[in-house]
């Protein structure tokens, strides 16, 4: 906040953030303040002013967009797609070359995982209609408006999840799967965090939880299993940002994997 | 209600195919939203070369940042932040510059961008002090005005796009109101030995003092 000018005797004049309440917002203005500027031609006549802005501001024109601007922001646009499809180029090489590979992808491709992922979920939601993964802060992603989501903590899995091909995410969820965590059990978070259930993911069931540095901070890999196929071969992992996994943390990373 | 609840929807499918790896819907949302991007940027850049490479970077930020958008705002309110942050951001290199450029109402590129040809002359006068007024604010007090008293955003929305709290905007509102209120009685009122132009809050370099002389 900045700075108010004082404001005392019975005569002084408004302040400028007074005047502009009063000229601006009179509705929600003190009444006490419009009576002053109704009774002191000083603050009457700046009240004036500020209402011919007003009327001025609003009714300044939309300027047009010159089209050396249009054509340079279509050019920019073109240029990011040809950009992603060289770059989905190069994760399809990296994948191939991976199979056989132990070495860590770069952050970057990590990070690239989240907007794939986030389509598929979109893609879900108009296919079938269910809710969509959300991938930050716990808000909702872009959903429809038939969205099933209940407005509760779970947060859904898109039916056409992509799979995960980056061979040390994949051990890392097989390594977790292979701890042997028993089913649906709290799944304990690390450090200063009381002990604490998974996020929870509709039609969904924790399998297990494990914690790793991901991306130069702590992450914590939690293992989902579809309630509706136990016997599936097929699981969701979703790698959140820190120790204490909620449905409010930051989803670094996410996929089916096959076990 | 019902007309802004319909473009929501029509942003919200914009957004939704682009991600599906539509080619033209991403086009599509920036042409519902250039114009008032654009209105922005300019306003908020303070001429229109900069507003031009701001919209550029906020047009590829959006794309970039698609995936991740969130509902807890509108995506016109989201454009526009990453509109007002992507000329802030620019600015801000500028300020390391030795030298600062201010608009000039001679350029035809900015008369050309501000014009409305059916204004009458003293109209059109009044609009160019006030457009000139305000690209000389400080650039915290010229982004409040230009969400708040131009595009017509609330006051919680524009705090939300410039992350700042309520309180602030409307301080910054009030002190940038206040300038370019003077800037409005000095044209119409102008002392007969002083400058009639803007008032700014630090010294016009010499060449602006005479551009200003000139009008």
Request: glycine letters at 6%; proline letters at 7%.
């Amino acid at each position: 906040m900045e700075p108010q000018e004082p404001r005392g005797a019975a005569a002084a004049h408004l302040t400028s953030e007074e005047l502009s309440e009063c000229a601006f917002s009179p509705e929600t203005a003190p009444a006490g303040l419009l009576e002053h500027a109704q009774g002191c031609p000083k603050c009457a006549a700046e009240l004036a002013d500020l209402r011919a802005l007003l009327t001025e501001l609003v009714a300044l024109p939309e300027p047009a967009v010159p089209e050396s601007v249009v054509v340079r922001i279509d050019a920019a646009v073109e240029r990011a797609w040809q950009e992603a499809d060289a770059e989905q180029e190069r994760e399809k090489q990296r994948d191939r070359a991976g199979a056989t590979s132990t070495a860590r992808p770069g952050r970057w491709s990590w990070r690239k995982l989240a907007v794939p992922l986030a389509s598929l979920s979109l893609i879900a939601i108009a296919g079938i209609g269910i809710g969509v993964a959300v991938s930050h802060s716990g808000s909702n992603a872009i959903s429809s408006a038939g969205s099933a989501s209940s407005g509760v903590s779970a947060q859904n899995i898109p039916r056409s999840s992509q799979e995960l091909t980056d061979p040390t995410l994949v051990a890392w969820v097989r390594s977790s799967l292979a701890s042997g965590q028993p089913k649906n059990s709290p799944m304990v978070a690390q450090g200063d965090c009381a002990p604490t259930s998974a996020p929870k993911r509709s039609g969904y069931t924790a399998l297990t939880a494990s914690h790793r540095e991901f991306e130069n901070q702590a992450a914590t890999l939690i293992v989902y299993q579809n309630v509706q196929e136990p016997a599936s071969p097929t699981v969701y992992a979703v790698v959140y940002a820190g120790s204490c996994p909620s449905s409010a943390s930051v989803v670094l990373a996410q996929g089916s994997v096959s076990r | 209600m019902r007309e802004a609840a319909r473009d929501e929807a029509g942003d919200l499918e914009c957004l939704r195919r682009h991600l599906a790896g539509d080619r033209e819907a991403f086009g599509e949302l920036l042409a519902r939203h250039r114009g008032r991007m654009w209105a922005v940027a300019l306003r908020t850049a303070g001429n229109p070369e900069d507003a031009a490479d701001a919209l550029q970077d906020a047009a590829l930020s959006a794309f970039k940042a698609a995936g991740s958008f969130r509902q807890d705002s509108a995506v016109g309110t989201w454009l526009y932040r990453i509109t007002v942050n992507a000329c802030l951001d620019r600015l801000r290199r500028q300020a390391a510059r030795p030298t600062v450029h201010y608009p000039d109402p001679e350029s035809g590129v900015w008369r050309q961008a501000t014009e409305d040809p059916t204004d009458m002359a003293e109209q059109r006068e009044l609009r160019m002090v006030l457009e000139q007024a305000l690209a000389q604010l400080p650039v915290d007090q010229r982004a409040a005005v230009v969400l708040v008293d131009v595009q017509g955003l609330p006051v919680d929305e524009a705090a939300a796009v410039l992350g700042v709290p309520a309180g602030t905007i409307k301080s910054r509102c009030a002190r940038g109101r206040a300038k370019l209120a003077t800037a409005l009685r000095d044209l119409r009122n102008p002392a007969p030995d002083s400058d009639v132009s803007v008032q700014i809050d630090h010294p016009a370099t010499p060449d602006e003092n005479r551009k200003r002389g000139a009008r």
